[in-house]
């Protein structure tokens, strides 16, 4: 996995390899931010599993909002972006549950107060 910044200045994460769990996730503090979104861009064939954590170590399923159409999701297995909102979380994640091919591109902002 590649840590850089895209065009915006947002941390972007690589989730590439054929390993799934936790080595192979997308990982981003949630901070004071009330909310953030998640974009996953690429060509795969994969489920990304969403996560959170209030410790950094414990790792618990969660639902986002697929800003699409709205619906609540506990995975995604295509492109898009899905939103969060922090209820006291520290981190929240994207791990790959399972994997074909290809690669996932993931980035993730953070709301302001």
Known sequence: MS?????????MQAVTT???????????????????TMAIDGTFS????FEAS?????????????LSD???VATATATGLFAFTNTGL????????TFTSGGANICAGVGVW
């Open 90 to 97: 520290a981190f929240v994640r994207a791990r790959c549950s």
């Open 3 to 11: 840590l850089v910044l895209n065009a915006a200045g947002l941390p």
């Open 70 to 72: 709205g619906t609540t």
């Open 46 to 49: 994969a489920t990304l599993t």
């Open 18 to 36: 054929a390993t799934a769990g936790v080595r192979n996730a997308a990982t981003f503090p949630f901070g004071n931010a009330p909310s953030m």
């Open 54 to 66: 209030v410790d950094g170590q414990t790792w618990f399923a969660i639902g986002a909002t697929k």
